[in-house]
Each structure stands twice: as C-alpha cells, then as structure tokens.
C-alpha cells in the first residue's frame, strides 16, 4: 500500500508529471504511449527496482521537455513571420500615405488651377492675337499696294513693258520721263523713317558695356549705356548682356539690370528672361509671378523654358507644403550584425571624385570594425553607363559592394516628386537589405528621401554633414535659401546622429541648435586601394623628368584658381626655374588652363593625364613635389569639407594653399600658405623652389599632421554609438 500513497505526485491521467504538464495540447506516438502505460503499471503493482522507476520516469520527462521546446520554437518563428508581416504592411501603409498626402494633393491641385487659369487667359490673349494678325495682314496688304504705287515699282513696269514690242520701246523715253517727273516731286514730299543697322549697332555697344563692366564694374557700364541714348531694344539686349555677366557674381545687380532691359523693351523675350533671372538667383515668388503674366500674355515657352518652369513650380509647391514624411514604422529587430547602407549620388567605379573617395573610405573602415556596409547609388545612377543599371548584381570594388538603383520619373530639380518616389524606391532596397541605418550626405536632393526610406524601414538615418550649414544668425538671402534652411532643421530633427568632417564644422552645427548628443566628429580618412601594375611612370615622361614639378589631383572646384596657378607657372620660369605641371583630373576648366599653357609657350613642360585609375592615384602623387590649391580671390572656401587636402596630407606632400578656416583646421602647420599680392602664389613657389630643405621640412610635417588626422578618424566611435542606439552587440 506505502507504493499506491505515492500516486499522487503524478497527474490523474497517470501520464505526466505535474510540473511537465503543458497548457498546449501534446500528441504523442504509440510507442511513446506504449512506454508511459508500462511506466504507470510498474508504478502501480510493484514490479520492478525503485532505480528502474526512476530511469522511466527521467525519460517521460525528457520526451516531454523536448517536445516542449519545440513547441516553443515554432511560436518564435510564427511570431518572427507575424511581425515581418507587419512591418510589410506597415511600409506598404507608409507608401500608400506618401501618394495620398492631402497637403500634397491640395497644393498640386490649386496649382493646377491656378495653371488652367492662366491657359485660359493665355487662350483669350491668343484669340485677340489672332484678330491682331488679321489686322497686320490687312496692313500688310494695304502696303503692297502702297509698294505698287510706288516710284521703283512703276519703274519696273515701265522697263518691262518697254521691251515688250517696238512700238512700246519707242514709246519708252516719254514714258521714263513722265517717271522722272513724279519721282521729282515725290522727293518734297515727308519721307518715312525706316531704321537700319539694329544688330550691328547692338554688337558694337555690347562689346564696349562688357569690357567696361569688367574694367570699372557693372555701374559705370550701365551708365554709360544709358549715356549712349540707343533705342529700346539695342538697350535692353545690352542691359541683358551685363546682367547675364552679372548673375554668379552679383544677383541683385543682375536682377536690377534684366528689371530695367523689360522696361526699355517689354516684350515677352525680355520678361521671360527676367523671370529665370530671378529664379537663378533665388527668388520664388516673384519669378512664378512675372511668368505667370507672361504666360497670361500669351508668351509660348521652349522645351528648355518647359522644363525650367516645372523646377520653378516644385519650387513653389515645395514651399507651400515643406517636407511631408509618412508615419514611422515599427523599430527593426535588433540582429547580430550592424548593416550599414550608405546613399550616395555618384561612385566607384564610374567616378572618381571627392564624393566617391570619401565613401568609400568610410566604407572600408566601418567594414574593418564588423560592419556589413553596402552603398546604394540614386536611382538611374549612372547615366551614360545605361548597361549597368541593369546589372543582376552590384558592382564590387575592392569588396565593397556597390548597388543600383533603377531610373524614376521624376527628376532631381522636381524635389517635391523626386524625393517620394527615390524615397520609396530607396526603402524598398533597405529592407531587402535588412539595413539597420542609413547614411547619407546632408544636401536635400539625398537627406530627404533618406528620411522617406528610414521612416517606411525602422531605421536610424545618420547625416554626413560634407558641407557648412549656415549659421543661425545669418539671414537669408533669398526664397530659396530660407526654404532650403526650414528643410535643413527638418531633417536635422529627423536624423539620430550629425557628422562632422572637421573641427569647426561641429561648432556650426550647434551655432544652430543641435544638440551635442547628437553630435560626432568623424573626421577624413583616403581609401586605400591595391596598387595597379599597368600604372604608367609619369615621372619618367619628358615633361617633368628631372625638373621640379608643381602639380593638383582632384576636382576642379569653382573656388580653385586655376589662372593664377597659369600666371605663377609663367613667372616661376621666367626666373629660370627649371619647373614642370601635373594636373590630374577631367573637367573643361583642366582644359582650358592645358590650352592657356600651350599658348604661353608651355606646352613641353606641363603634362595633363587625365583622372588616374584608383590603383594609379599614389603613382600620381608621386609625381608631384608641391601641391599647389590657391583660391580665387575675394572666397571664403568655409562651406565645403577639403578632400583634396586631407589626401594630400595621407601621401606626404608639400601644400602650398590659400589661407581660409577649413583649410587652417585641416593642414595646421604642415601648409605654406600663400603670400599676400597679386604675385603671391609666385613669390611662394619660388621661396620653396629654392629651398630644398624647407620643402623636406613640409613634406615631414605633412606625415605629422596626417598621422593627427588618422588618429581624429572616429569611425570606431561612431560604430559604437550606433550598436548602442540599435542595441547590436560588438563584433
């Protein structure tokens, strides 16, 4: 009897234990069953060793754990399944609301409106032209036969009819006579005015205006073209020439000089030059409304007016409803790796840029620390390559993936309709990759649809911030400045966590209110790349074998001086200076500096090789014994980060540059910066040509000041931070 008080540890159906007991349903097999029956009848009469019982038992319990887990198990994965499908759907929510925007929609459809308007006026305008031709054709003919009764019409018939019989040619000399006569007294009578020599006189007077703007600046040339008193139309082309001269560097002289060329000859031409004048240089407003009458007015616009038009509009609309971003989608898992995507305009292997660089050497370190790193091109990326958008695979460069983007409607100046369907489009390509952040540069055409895609995946979006934000106290200068800037803090607000290339850009960043925790500064870093066998020896080439060699890889910006670096060439050996140029990079500006050259008497000293492969890029460098970067004068190069000196720091090189903040934080001490004077480039190349050990000198600090930079590379920080935010575990 002691053995049957025992029964109820086990549970009344005499299976299982009750702390094994499931709240789910179990099924077993027969053989199991078979076993727990045996197991429950030794129990209950006795037979066989307490130790035996035991065995049995472990194993019921055993069968039942397992059995358990896998249970468990299956509700893991059908629980993982339900919220996958979740955040499908609540992405494809997020694109259906993007495309069902009512602010959107209402903004596009009064626009529409507005448009329909302005057609139907444009329609009546016409309606009237047509009466206003019909009534030039009644003029029209109305002076043929004016013509008709004129003196060298009637010649003409008299000369023909002349010639005709005998009899009429010897009535010919009455006839010419009687000619004579009416031609004499025509001759008292008041003459019409017919003006001639429009276009020469133009051409004249608008080559005079430009050479004096150029010389005594844009007022004196206005003045003096008002002196000249031509007529309305010779001085509105000249007033458009200055103010076509003026538009980069002086807008609101431009604006004034194409406002007063529309008031000395207001035709549709000159008020729909006026309206792109101002679009040019900022302005919205009143750009869309000088062409809105224009086009009241009947102005017809060419297919490239068409498409300045639509950017004016998106323009418009995108001031009218600002950035417009979906509901944010439910956080992504948290997975064992961090996977990195980076959403760049151009790339490797069809660019070779500072943009391009820049990427891919943060690619390379992020990947070093553990990151999974892919970059995604925008859409239709790249454009004369149309085979490799439709590529089954990303392109690899150096084990870093590169992937495609397939082309969208949109263009990029339609930023209102671009950034939905790139952002969408953008989104898509995360989730396959199963990104958990995205990076990407702070300029609008690609931090705006970065926004669309983290918000519709759950991810962190990261802003590389390459250029200078403005800074709070500064007011703008125009439209679309302050509309740029209101998106600025948008996406500002949107972002995790702000980049900073350089020292002060961080101070800029919060000079306009963002927050330090949000903060880091990542620095530059040059990629480094396998080295290419077939890389030619430029060293060797005749043009800069055994001389001293200035020399520029890179971009040609705007701000870069290429003129100056012509002229100081020029005098560097003209004081005999046995000296070389190598400039490696592609642009017309490149060109145009070779042909300058060539006609200085250069062209046997100077060597341009175009854009190295990136296995050649420390082959080029090694070619060249100063860097040579001046600036135009009169700009502050303060807005972009300075990839070309950061690169030249990491392979060693002497720099000569022009003073400025961004290229002082970068180069510290290892610069020479640029005498003060018109020849102060000059004057600085021939100090240095002089003096090697100066020259030695620079290069070594230039080592220095790069093994600084490396060390103020904070990619490992920022992997850090974002495993923390995302909540990954190291690597």
């Known amino acids: 009897m002691s053995r049957v008080t025992e029964a109820p540890k086990l549970h009344r159906n005499g299976d299982v234990p009750a702390e094994h007991v499931s709240s789910r349903t179990t099924s077993f097999d027969d053989s199991q069953l078979e076993g727990a029956a045996i197991a429950m009848g030794s129990a209950l009469h006795g037979s066989g060793s307490p130790a035996r019982h035991k065995a049995k038992l472990a194993a019921v319990s055993t069968l039942q754990a397992s059995s358990s887990d896998t249970e468990l198990q299956a509700a893991l994965d059908r629980e993982a399944a339900a919220t996958r499908r979740i955040r499908e759907l609540e992405a494809e929510l997020a694109e259906r609301s993007l495309a069902e925007d009512n602010v959107a929609l209402t903004t596009r459809l009064q626009q529409l409106e507005r448009d329909l308007d302005v057609y139907r006026e444009a329609k009546r305008s016409a309606e009237l032209a047509v009466l206003d031709t019909r009534s030039v054709w009644k003029h029209a003919e109305q002076r043929i036969a004016k013509l008709r009764e004129g003196h060298t019409y009637r010649l003409g018939q008299v000369m023909m009819t002349g010639f005709s019989s005998w009899r009429d040619g010897m009535r010919l000399p009455a006839r010419i006579a009687e000619w004579y ?67 980069t560097a002086d807008p609101a002289a431009a604006v004034a000089l194409a ?12 008020i729909k030059l006026l309206a792109f004048t101002l679009m040019d240089t900022g302005s919205i407003d009143e750009a869309s409304a000088i062409l809105q009458e224009a086009l ?10 068409t498409r300045r038009y639509e950017e004016l509009m998106a323009l418009e609309r995108f001031k009218g409803q ?19 995507l980076l959403y760049v305009p151009q790339s490797l292997p069809y660019h070779w840029s500072a943009t391009s660089m820049r990427t891919h050497a943060l690619a390379q370190d992020l990947t070093s620390l553990g990151c999974s790193v892919r970059v995604v091109t925008q859409p239709g990326y790249p454009v004369r390559n149309t085979g490799a958008s439709r590529k089954s695979g990303p392109d690899m460069v150096d084990g870093i993936a590169y992937h495609r983007m397939a082309p969208i ?31 990407v540069s702070g300029e609008l055409e690609a931090a705006y649809p970065a926004a669309i895609a983290t918000r519709m995946t759950g991810t962190d979006l990261v802003l590389d911030c390459q250029r200078l934000a403005s800074t709070a106290d500064a007011a703008p200068a125009n439209d679309r400045e302050a509309l740029f800037r209101q998106a600025d803090d948008v996406l500002v607000a949107e972002a995790s966590l702000m980049l900073a290339r350089w020292p002060g850009a961080t101070e800029a960043l919060s000079a306009r209110g963002v927050p330090a925790e949000k903060l880091l500064l990542l620095g530059e870093n040059a990629p480094a790349f396998k080295h290419d066998e077939k890389t030619p020896a430029w060293r060797s080439d005749p043009a800069l074998k055994d001389r001293l060699v200035l020399g520029y890889v ?8 290429l003129d100056g670096i012509a002229d100081a060439f020029d005098k560097l050996v003209g004081h005999g200076i046995d000296a070389g ?39 080029a460098y090694k070619a060249i014994d100063i860097f040579v970067t001046p600036a135009l004068a009169g700009v502050a190069r303060s807005e972009r980060t300075r990839f070309d000196l950061v690169d030249a720091l990491m392979h060693g090189k002497t720099i000569v540059a022009s003073d400025g903040p961004v290229a002082r934080a970068i180069l510290g001490n290892a610069a020479v910066w640029i005498e003060d004077g018109e020849d102060g480039l000059a004057e600085t190349l021939r100090r240095l040509a002089g003096d090697a050990s100066l020259r030695h000198a620079q290069q070594d ?29 190291s690597s």
């Open 581 to 619: 140029l190598a400039v490696f990079g592609v642009g017309s500006r490149f060109l145009k500096l070779h042909e300058r050259l060539s006609h200085m008497g250069h062209g046997e000293r100077v060597l341009f090789p175009g854009r190295p492969k990136v296995g050649s890029i420390a082959e």
């Open 296 to 305: 009241r007015a009947g102005a017809a616009l060419n297919a490239t007016e």
């Open 322 to 340: 600002g950035i417009r971003l979906p509901k944010p989608v439910s956080r992504k898992a948290q997975g064992t790796r961090l996977n990195i």
């Open 181 to 247: 006569r009416d031609y004499r007294h025509s001759l008292s009578l008041p003459a019409d005015l017919v003006p001639t020599g429009a276009a020469p006189e133009y051409l004249q007077l608008s080559e005079i205006a430009l050479a004096k703007a150029q010389k005594d600046g844009l007022a004196a040339a206005e003045r003096w073209i008002h002196d000249q008193r031509p007529r309305g139309s010779v001085l509105s082309r000249v007033l458009l020439d200055l103010a076509k001269q003026a538009r």
């Open 259 to 270: 406002k007063a060329a529309a008031e000395a000859d207001p035709n549709e031409g000159r």
């Open 554 to 561: 890179g971009d040609p910006y705007d701000d870069l001086d």
């Open 701 to 729: 600090k230039s080592a220095s000041r790069a093994e600084e930079w490396r060390a103020l590379s904070s990619a490992n920080a920022l992997v850090e931070r974002l495993r923390k935010a995302r909540a990954v575990p």
């Open 409 to 439: 409607e949109a263009a990029p100046a339609i930023i209102d309709q671009y950034a939905r369907e790139a952002g969408v489009a953008l989104g898509r390509i995360a989730r396959t990759l199963e990104a958990d952040v995205i990076m």
